[in-house]
């Protein structure tokens, strides 16, 4: 029998069709200020990524917004992409085990999960403050049933690697029962843990990579995340950068 205690700590929202988990979610906490929501969709019209991306939002694939009101100060809110992260690195994971695949999947920093290869899931992060509270939206999309064709890089879905009769309830009640447990993680030890665990499925460490950080290009080796979750790459010279945000790219690929 399924687990659903998480419903007793969130509101489930369900749409057939919206432009967007994110922008409900946002909505949402315009006008309600407490307790915290789950936004799911089946479909939506005006899906988006990082940075003003399209993401292409076909029936099948998971769209979900989480909406927490629990005024996380603004200094520690990146942190919450690596708590969501883990909790979606667990549910490919479990439900390729249970496929009995065993395919590589790893976490791309800062926000994609990636099997074989390739993008599987996204995550986008957005606030609203208002006086002196703020209210955070962890929105996620992995890719179920379809891949979408309008991503200029690699992409793939769990149906593409062999996972198939997968219902979205299941995939839903898996992903909040696993975010719930980082998020004890995260509250109990803090950050200093999460990173710990999240390095060990880092995609490229130790390697050569690329960040554009908006300003410039730098290429270094991959040393790890810093204690507010920036990338720190160490470059020809021996030289550390730390980046708090920007695009990777692995010496494969050209795109992030």
Not at 99 to 110: M, Q
Not at 204 to 229: C, P
Request: hydrophobic share 40%; charged share 25%.
């Amino acid at each position: 029998m399924a687990n659903l205690t998480w419903l007793k700590k969130y509101n489930l929202l369900i749409f057939d069709e919206i432009d967007s988990t994110n922008s409900e979610a946002l909505r949402l906490a315009r006008v309600c200020r407490i307790g915290n929501f789950v936004v799911w969709a089946r479909s939506q019209t005006s899906g988006r990524g990082r940075q003003g991306s399209v993401w292409e939002s076909g029936r099948g694939n998971l769209f979900l917004s989480i909406l927490l009101n629990e005024n996380i100060p603004i200094s520690k809110q990146p942190q919450m992409s690596f708590v969501t992260a883990l909790a979606a690195f667990d549910l490919i994971y479990s439900l390729t085990r249970k496929a009995s695949l065993s395919p590589d999947i790893k976490l791309k920093w800062p926000n994609d999960i990636l099997v074989n290869g390739k993008k599987i899931s996204g995550i986008l992060l957005e606030s609203l403050s208002f006086n002196d509270n703020t209210s955070l939206v962890v929105g996620i999309g992995v890719n179920v049933k379809t891949t979408p064709d309008n991503v200029n890089q690699a992409i793939t879905s769990l149906a593409d690697e062999g996972v198939s009769n997968v219902e979205l309830e299941e995939v839903i009640n898996n992903f909040i029962l696993n975010f719930e447990k980082y998020c004890s993680i995260w509250q109990q030890s803090g950050f200093i843990e999460i990173r710990k665990l999240w390095l060990k499925k880092a995609a490229k460490l130790n390697e050569v990579i690329s960040v554009d950080d908006g300003k410039d290009k730098i290429t270094g080796i991959f040393k790890d995340i810093d204690f507010s979750g920036g990338i720190r790459l160490r470059a020809a010279d021996g030289k550390i950068h730390s980046l708090p945000a920007g695009q990777v790219f692995f010496g494969d690929d050209n795109n992030e």
